[in-house]
């Protein structure tokens, strides 16, 4: 279970590096709803994980497909219509 918390840990520092760089790199600027969307989707991909995870380990793999199916397919929503809105802002923003 330990190791669970180290990739964890891993993938939350990956995360946050590559939006810093994405933004230094970029110069983008995000309002309130995109940052609203990055983070609960963040949060729901890492819930999705380690639910995933721990079900495995526990040997439920039933609940493990559930989790990924619900909670996967939530995340990839709420990526979906953060995106879609951020492309929106931008389009408007440069015509």
């Known amino acids: ?3 669970m918390w180290f990739l964890m840990g891993a993938i ?32 729901l991909g ?5 639910w995933v995870y721990s079900s495995i380990i526990e040997g439920e793999n039933q609940s493990a497909g559930m989790g ?6 939530v995340t990839l929503i709420v990526f979906f219509l953060t995106r879609k809105k951020y492309k929106k802002d931008n389009l408007e923003v440069t015509e």
């Open 68 to 73: 990924l199916l619900v909670f996967g397919g």
């Open 46 to 50: 890492l819930f999705c994980f380690g």
């Open 12 to 43: 939350v520092v990956g995360i946050v590096w590559t939006i810093y760089s994405w933004i230094k790199n970029n110069q983008v600027t995000l309002n309130w709803p995109v940052w609203t969307g990055m983070i609960i989707g963040i949060l």
């Open 1 to 3: 279970m330990s190791f």
